[in-house]
Structure formats: C-alpha cells, structure tokens
Nanobody, 126 residues
C-alpha cells in the first residue's frame, strides 16, 4: 500500500490546514486508516481514524477540531485541522492496517499499523 502525505506547513494559532494522503488502498475491502503525529520528546499519538465502512473516531485532544475523511473516488485520505494550537505542532503521518482481525470502528485505534507514509510537518505558532 502506497501512502504519500502532503499539505503540511506553518500557520498561526487558530488557523486551519488540510492534510492529504494519496493511497492505493481501494484495492482492499477491509481496512483501518489513521492519522498519527509525533513531536520531539513525545510518543507517537494517534489522532484520528477511519475504517472501510466510513466510521470515524478521534483522540480527545483533537475532537471537535479535526475531521478525518476519505474520498474513495480519488483514493485519498484527508485530515481537516481547524482551531489549531501550538501543541498541535508535529510531524503528521497517515497509516493503514489491512484486514483488521478484531473488527473496525473504535478498534482501529488499537492496531499496530503496518503501512506508513513519509510524514508532513505541521507547525503552529502562537
């Protein structure tokens, strides 16, 4: 599965960015996809997930501010990020897990993802 992120950049607090992840995942019937982030000195954090049925779930830290979606016609995953805060500064990665063995939905947050993009940097200044 190929995953190529784009759309990162620098923005002031309160601003918005939309990340994109071009994928080749439409070939697979069941999957979880997610957006993760890592900032220096912190562990990687899963921020948003979507499954092949279109169900989504979010980390508490971004709920109400970030929206994950997938355009199946374009085979592209998105992360719309609004009301950005300086603590959202991180490298953002999209990832995929194929044929999750324990179901979809909220379970997507529990898997070890085995396909990763190269990452795109998001910097939010105060």
């Amino acid at each position: 599965v190929q995953l190529v992120e784009s759309g990162g950049g620098s923005v002031k607090a309160g601003g918005s960015l939309r990340l994109s992840c071009a994928t080749s995942i439409n070939s697979y019937s069941r999957y979880c996809m997610g957006w993760f982030r890592r900032s220096p000195g912190k562990v990687r954090e899963g921020v948003a997930y979507i499954d092949s049925d279109g169900k989504t779930n979010y980390a508490d830290s971004v709920k109400g501010r970030f929206t994950i979606s997938k355009d199946n016609a374009k085979d592209t995953l998105y992360l719309q990020m609004d009301s950005l805060k300086p603590e959202d500064t991180a490298m953002y990665y999209c990832a995929a897990h194929l044929y999750p063995p324990h179901g979809l939905g909220p379970t997507c947050a529990l898997y070890d993802y085995n396909y990763w993009g190269q990452g795109t940097q998001v910097t939010v200044s105060s």
